[in-house]
């Protein structure tokens, strides 16, 4: 039984929804400077190297992404999944807008800087769980991952600290190379990778019952 197309507008709603937070998380991340989540530390340095807004390099890592799955799947990559394009897009603009909303906020203590970290975590933490909620298409990051896991037969959970590493120790190579430092990796990556899974995790049979109640999805 096909699912109606009602239910997939539905579905599509709750993603951007979700994407919209996803965005807030990472802006408040940035803004904290104690680096910011694994999936977004190469989009910030390169952006940082590059002269392009955060949400610029976002896209074009996920357009990235996108091909490599194509390349690894070939034949088994399904159509559908082109669907990652619009919503890489969709996520980029909105992560520009959330850094542009946030940017009169200031710290003046480290404390503060935490503050706006642990803010981050969350709101990324949440965001995730409503694209797992969704059911619609994930995003690109994940998509690789999938892909990967698909080839190989490695479970997902592990690719996923594989894949996160992987992007963290090229950010850690490139923020040295071109900006002489170390940029958007800190302790508040550290955290991210630590956290937002556990957020994701507990947050998701709960708003799969809110989801349930209000749009019947």
């Given at each position: ?16 929804i979700?994407?919209?937070i ?8 940035i ?7 694994p999936i977004?530390?190469?989009?910030y ?5 590059s ?8 896209i ?8 490599i ?6 034949r088994?990559?399904?159509p559908?999944?082109?669907?990652q ?6 996520f ?21 800087q ?19 909620v969704?059911?619609a298409?994930?995003l690109?990051?994940e ?20 894949f ?16 002489h ?8 990556t ?11 995790k ?16």
């Amino acid at each position: 039984m096909k699912t109606p197309w009602t239910e997939w507008v539905k579905r599509y709603v709750f993603l951007v929804i979700g994407l919209g937070i996803m965005a807030f998380g990472v802006a408040f991340s940035i803004k904290g400077d104690l680096g910011t989540s694994p999936i977004s530390s190469l989009p910030y340095v390169t952006g940082q190297i590059s002269g392009l807004t955060v949400g610029q390099t976002t896209i074009i890592m996920h357009c990235v992404f996108i091909v490599i799955q194509i390349l690894l799947l070939r034949r088994q990559f399904k159509p559908v999944q082109l669907l990652q394009l619009p919503v890489a897009i969709i996520f980029g603009y909105l992560t520009d807008l959330a850094v542009w909303a946030v940017g009169a906020l200031s710290y003046n203590a480290y404390w503060q800087q935490w503050i706006y970290c642990i803010l981050g975590i969350l709101l990324v933490g949440v965001g995730v769980s409503f694209e797992v909620v969704a059911g619609a298409v994930t995003l690109a990051g994940e998509g690789v991952v999938l892909a990967v896991c698909q080839v190989t037969g490695q479970p997902f959970g592990r690719m996923k600290v594989s894949f996160d590493v992987t992007l963290v120790v090229l950010s850690v190579i490139l923020s040295f190379i071109f900006l002489h430092g170390l940029y958007g990796v800190r302790e508040g990556t550290v955290a991210a990778a630590l956290c937002v899974g556990m957020v994701s995790k507990t947050l998701n049979p709960r708003l799969k019952k809110v989801a349930g109640k209000l749009l019947g999805i």
